[in-house]
Antibody, heavy 120, light 107 residues
Framework: VQLVESGGVVVQPGGSLRLSCAAS????????MHWVRQAPGKGLEWVSL????????YYADSVRGRFTISRDNSKNSLFLQMNSLRSEDSALYYC??????????????WGQGTTVTVSS | DIQMTQSPSSLSASVGDRVTITCRAS??????LAWYQQKPGKAPKLLLL???RLQTGVPSRFSGSGSGTDYTLTISSLQPEDFATYYC?????????FGQGTRLEIK
């Protein structure tokens, strides 16, 4: 079971970025998926959740309206489209899997993260 | 959003000690609480869910309890590999929130 994030770069304030997460070793479309971020030296901040079929998605207040979570079950991939980026969005972004279809709100498998830096 | 407040923010203890970390929610969360362990430079690891259900593979020295707004993580006998930062997470609300973390250090 593995999650590998990619797409993190340095971007200017107001810019956009799309993160990807490639999943392997499990049946991707059986599980809800999350994005969680961690600013340098800070704690964990949950960002977004998408149901196994993409039918429902949820967001933290801090990103709602700016970020969009999506998935492509045919490609075992999770995405996070990030628009109108701010300096406070700078963080290590983790992709995470929920442990079971009936337990969508916790995360039992984590990637190693991809770093987003918002700076001019 | 439901605010999660952990105490203490940091803690020094010795191998073999019994340690308790507390997490208080700003409103009742009906046992919808998980605990994670994070070591420096590593991704978090799920320890417990539903307040007290041990995740597969997690040692039995970890336990959780609580109800309403107040929850605890207890490590019955600290091992060297337990020194890390611990986070609680509520999922009673779909606006999921984490506590600020408790750093457990070697005394």
């Amino acid at each position: 079971v593995q999650l590998v994030e990619s797409g993190g770069v340095v971007v200017q304030p107001g810019g956009s970025l799309r993160l990807s997460c490639a999943a392997s070793g499990f049946t991707f479309d059986d599980f809800s998926m999350h994005w969680v971020r961690q600013a340098p030296g800070k704690g964990l901040e949950w960002v977004s959740l998408i149901a196994w079929d993409g039918g429902k998605s949820y967001y933290a207040d801090s990103v709602r309206g700016r970020f969009t979570i999506s998935r492509d079950n045919s490609k075992n991939s999770l995405f996070l489209q990030m628009n109108s980026l701010r300096s406070e969005d700078s963080a290590l972004y983790y992709c995470g899997r929920a442990p079971h279809i009936t337990i969508p709100y916790v995360i039992d498998v984590w990637g190693q993260g991809t770093t987003v830096t918002v700076s001019s | 959003d439901i605010q999660m407040t952990q105490s203490p923010s940091s803690l020094s203890a010795s191998v073999g000690d019994r340690v308790t970390i507390t997490c208080r929610a700003s409103q009742g969360i009906r046992n919808s609480l998980a605990w994670y362990q994070q070591k420096p430079g590593k991704a978090p690891k799920l320890l417990l869910l539903d307040t007290s259900r041990l995740q597969t593979g997690v040692p039995s020295r970890f336990s959780g309890s609580g109800s309403g707004t107040d929850y605890t993580l207890t490590i019955s006998s600290l091992q060297p590999e337990d020194f890390a930062t611990y986070y609680c997470q509520q999922y009673y609300s779909t606006s999921i929130t984490f506590g600020q973390g408790t750093r457990l250090e070697i005394k």
